[in-house]
């Protein structure tokens, strides 16, 4: 079945129910017919839900820990010191965002989280990275706090082996596309990816539904590695039939959701879901995702095989970093 007769199958199909948990065991796989099979995995998920959940994703538990705890460290400080990093004061977007300062769904007043944002910087920082070279809009340092020593090296720690999951997420993309896998290596030569650390406030007294964790939203890049701290349901994926469907923490998965960068990449064949996080569990919540993108310069163009004259292209043609930038913009009100 074509990509585009499978797209059309899925949108007529029933409404998705829970979020598929796929085994990454071989990714790595020297058989090409094994690593066929787990593209094929992911080509249901990405065609009929958007969402997956990844076991054996290879990440140590300890490099997740160090980073939660760093994350937790960050959030404790008072909140004069984390305004001076305010994400408002850099025209790149990184920094620190505060309770309510975002708005990720306009019909709602603000998201009740807060966050620090960042991207590729290595860990032995250098002045001339030729990673950040093609940047474009999005061009512009880091920013970090200044008197948590221990807070920068274990939230790059796990940046890194999240950036290095993504880029093993890339050849299983291109297999469940029916193209070759290396056809994102030259679209994704410098990780164009963002981190977030989240601190979710208990949300307590009178239920105020437009003011949740996060509001409705899709992701702006290719596709979401999400950590959630264990034990607490905040995050709910919206299927076509407008019911929330709970992704609660499994433990030793990671989340893998897509955004609108494949969706406009496929046409839509790939589904960029809806989703929110609302945190009514009476106690703090963390998560950190990474946003994983094509590289700011590349063009998002439809790939072939996902138009046809039934379906044809629905997305005017921007860069990458165009589109992440005005989406920012959108969100944070700058």
């Not at 099979?37 to 080509?43: D, E």
């Not at 020593?149 to 999240?162: D, K, N, Q, T």
């Amino acid at each position: 079945m074509s990509l585009v007769h499978a797209a059309h199958a899925a949108e007529s199909a029933e409404a998705f129910r829970d979020i598929p948990i796929i085994d990454l065991k071989d990714i790595d796989n020297p058989n090409p017919e094994a690593r066929k099979a787990l593209g094929s995995a992911v080509k249901d998920a990405c065609i009929n839900v958007g969402f997956l959940y990844v076991k054996n994703h290879g990440i140590p538990e300890d490099k997740i820990e160090r980073a939660y705890s760093a994350s937790k460290d960050f959030f404790s400080l008072p909140v004069e010191r984390k305004m001076e990093l305010d994400i408002r004061k850099t025209s790149n977007f990184k920094g620190y965002t505060a309770i309510l300062s975002s708005n990720n769904d306009p019909l709602n007043r603000g998201d009740l989280h807060e966050g620090f944002e960042f991207g590729w910087e290595e860990i032995q920082a250098r002045i001339n990275d030729e990673k950040r070279a093609n940047d474009g809009v999005m061009a512009g340092a880091n920013v970090w706090p200044s008197d948590l020593p221990g807070f920068r090296e274990p939230v790059l720690s796990y940046y890194h082996a999240a950036v290095d999951l993504g880029r093993k997420m890339f050849p299983l993309f291109a297999l469940a596309l029916d193209l070759p896998e290396n056809f994102f290596d030259d679209k994704t030569k410098n990780a164009a990816a963002i981190m977030r650390v989240l601190h979710y406030p208990p949300q307590t007294g009178p239920v105020d539904d437009r003011v949740i964790g996060i509001g409705a939203h899709t992701d702006f890049e290719c596709f979401t590695v999400l950590w959630q701290e264990p034990g607490i349901q905040a995050l709910q994926v919206l299927n076509k039939q407008k019911e929330w469907i709970d992704a609660p923490p499994i433990p030793g998965t990671l989340v893998i959701n897509l955004g609108d960068q494949f969706a406009r990449w496929t046409n839509d064949v790939f589904k960029s879901t809806v989703h929110r996080a609302i945190n009514r569990s009476g106690v703090r919540r963390y998560s950190i995702p990474l946003f994983f993108g094509t590289d700011y310069d590349v063009k998002l163009e439809p790939i072939p095989s996902c138009v046809s004259p039934e379906r044809p292209p629905k997305y005017e043609v921007v860069t990458a970093g165009e589109y992440v930038k005005e989406r920012l913009k959108a969100t944070y009100g700058h």
